[in-house]
T-cell receptor, first 114, second 114 residues
Framework: NAGVTQTPKFQVLKTGQSMTLQCAQDMNHEYMSWYRQDPGMGLRLIHYSVGAGITDQGEVPNGYNVSRSTTEDFPLRLLSAAPSQTSVYFC?????????????FGQGTRLTVV | GQQLNQSPQSMFIQEGEDVSMNCTSSSIFNTWLWYKQDPGEGPVLLIALYKAGELTSNGRLTAQFGITRKDSFLNISASIPSDVGIYFCAGQKEMLEYGNKLVFGAGTILRVKS
């Protein structure tokens, strides 16, 4: 049972480059989210999705795009990387049952922008 | 910006000691969650609280949902070396968000006293 899988685990980008962080879940969860983790700031919500074809912005969406063409996948795109986007990125999924708010997290992608 | 104030920022534990940490907010939350993050991993849910005043235990861990819905605490009794890591509180404001949009505290880092 893989749960939430993120790729790559590590990435170094040059300023201005674009890339896509992949996230896939095999639990048939409706809800998926992207967070970034920075020292002393906890995790902050970037974008989220409540189902295939539906996405919305979180607390820190600028510089990132998402799409949700399938239930399983929720890629995060950096359009033009900036040093301020150096962070650890976590993808999470939740089954959407109101009795269960547990979010399952992937192992994270550590991104450095130079 | 950060809506949950988590304290302490860090603490040193000696095996066998009890540990306490808390989160406060100026806003009301309908769900409080406590996560633990080990190095190189994503956060893992420890305890979920859904009702004001609720007191829930999970082994040596006990957490409470404050009666005002603006705070929560986590206690760890008789700490052991594997308790080290980063502990996050997380809140969910809206009843319909089902773990999809979490607001995180900055984290409490637990280290072992040498």
């Amino acid at each position: 049972n893989a749960g939430v899988t993120q790729t790559p685990k590590f990435q170094v980008l040059k300023t201005g480059q674009s890339m896509t962080l992949q996230c896939a879940q095999d639990m048939n969860h409706e809800y998926m989210s992207w967070y970034r983790q920075d020292p002393g700031m906890g995790l902050r919500l970037i974008h989220y999705s409540v189902g295939a074809g539906i996405t919305d912005q979180g607390e820190v969406p600028n510089g990132y795009n998402v799409s949700r063409s399938t239930t399983e996948d929720f890629p995060l795109r950096l359009l033009s990387a900036a040093p301020s986007q150096t962070s650890v990125y976590f993808c999470a999924s939740t089954d959407g049952d109101r009795r269960n708010t547990e979010a399952f997290f992937g192992q994270g992608t550590r991104l450095t922008v130079v | 910006g950060q809506q949950l104030n988590q304290s302490p920022q860090s603490m040193f534990i000696q095996e066998g000691e009890d540990v306490s940490m808390n989160c406060t907010s100026s806003s009301i939350f309908n769900t409080w969650l406590w996560y633990k993050q080990d190095p190189g991993e994503g956060p893992v849910l420890l305890i979920a609280l859904y009702k004001a005043g609720e007191l829930t235990s999970n082994g040596r861990l006990t957490a409470q949902f404050g009666i005002t819905r603006k705070d929560s605490f986590l206690n760890i009794s008789a700490s052991i070396p594997s308790d080290v890591g980063i502990y996050f509180c997380a809140g969910q404001k809206e009843m319909l968000e089902y773990g999809n949009k979490l607001v995180f505290g900055a984290g409490t880092i637990l280290r072992v006293k040498s």
